[in-house]
C-alpha cells in the first residue's frame, strides 16, 4: 500500500466549477499536511498547509481527518489557470522528508 | 525564483553510465534535499544533507550518493545507470529546523537514460 494514495483523475470540468480532491495516507503518525501543485514537468509550489481545523486561502478550501486520515481540497469557481496536477503531502515529522501522492490531475476547460 | 538553481536542466545519458547533478541552495539556507519524480508519479525522498553529512535517506540503492559543500550546494551522484532511473530530479533547500512550509524547491534536472 502507498504511504499517500489520491485519485489520479483527470478531472475535466469547465470554468465555474466546483471540484473535490481527496486523498489517503497511512502513517497515523504524520504531522504536518499540505496540498502542492504542479505544472507540467515544472517543480512542485506550495499551494497551502492543511490543519485539523479546516483552512481557507481565497476559493481553496483544505481539511484534514486525522481519524480517519483523510485530507481534501476543494476548489470553487475554477479558472483555467487552475489546470495542473495536485499533489497531497504529508511528512512525518523530524527533518524536512515530504512524502507526496501521485497527483491528480485538473484540467478546467472554457 | 526560489533562488533555488539546478543544473543541468536537461541531460541524456545511456545504460551503466554514471551522472552527478548540481543543486545550488537559497542564500542562508543549509539544508538540501533530493527527490526523484518518475513520470505519472510524486516525487520520492532520496536523501538530505545537513552540514555535509546524509541525515536522513529514502528507499534508494546506495549507487544514489550526494555530497555537500561548505556553501551548502550539493550534488546527487547516480552510478551504474539504469533505464528507470530516467526522471525529474529536483533539489530542495531549506533552513535547519525550518517548518515544511519554508522547502523551496528548484526547477529540476530531466535526466534521460537510454
Known sequence: RKEVEQDPGPFNVPEGATVAFNCTYSNSASQSFFWYRQDCRKEPKLLMSVYSSGNEDGRFTAQLNRASQYISLLIRDSKLSDSATYLCVVSPGGYNKLIFGAGTRLAVHP | ETGVTQSPTHLIKTRGQQVTLRCSSQSGHNTVSWYQQALGQGPQF???????????????????????????????????????????????????????????????????VL
Open chain 2, 46 to 112: 532520496i536523501f538530505q544533507y545537513y552540514r555535509e553529512e546524509e541525515n536522513g535517506r529514502g528507499n534508494f540503492p546506495p549507487r544514489f550518493s550526494g555530497l555537500q559543500f561548505p556553501n551548502y550546494s550539493s550534488e546527487l551522484n547516480v552510478n551504474a545507470l539504469e533505464l528507470d532511473d530516467s526522471a525529474l530530479y529536483l533539489c530542495a533547500s531549506s533552513g535547519w529546523g525550518s517548518p515544511n512550509e519554508k522547502l523551496f524547491f528548484g526547477s529540476g534536472t530531466q535526466l534521460s
